[in-house]
């Protein structure tokens, strides 16, 4: 499985960004995915996460109630809809794929995306 992530950039605090992840490979529906980031200086962390059909989520509590993570297997691609974004959520975000649900230890997963780039000015 590839996975290639876009969607990131500069947005100011309070604003919304959608990532997607888009996913190369006929067995990627069977995959749980997740969303980490890393910003500079600190580890990588998890975000989000979406079991293989999509029917169960999960979000670490710093994003709850602003991050919503869904997935198309259809389209083989992941989405992260980011609102009322705040400064300390710049980092780059990565996505992953997983036999592990959730999706939220590094060392566990399969694949990961390159990155993208989400900056949040203040």
């Known amino acids: 499985v590839q996975l290639v992530e876009s969607g990131g950039g500069l947005v100011q605090a309070g604003g919304s960004l959608r990532l997607s992840c888009a996913a190369s490979g006929r067995t990627f529906s069977s995959y749980a995915v997740g969303w980490f980031r890393q910003a500079p200086g600190k580890e990588r962390e998890p975000v989000a996460s979406i079991i293989w059909s999509g029917d169960s989520t999960y979000y670490v509590d710093s994003v709850k109630s602003r991050f919503t993570i869904s997935r198309d297997n259809a389209k083989s691609t992941v989405y992260l809809q980011m609102n009322s974004l705040k400064p300390e959520d710049t980092a780059v975000y990565y996505c992953?794929?997983?036999?592990?649900?959730?999706?939220?230890?590094?060392?566990?997963?399969?694949?990961w995306g390159q990155g993208t780039q989400v900056t949040v000015s203040s």
């Open positions: 992953a794929a997983s036999t592990v649900y959730p999706t939220i230890v590094a060392e566990a997963t399969d694949y």
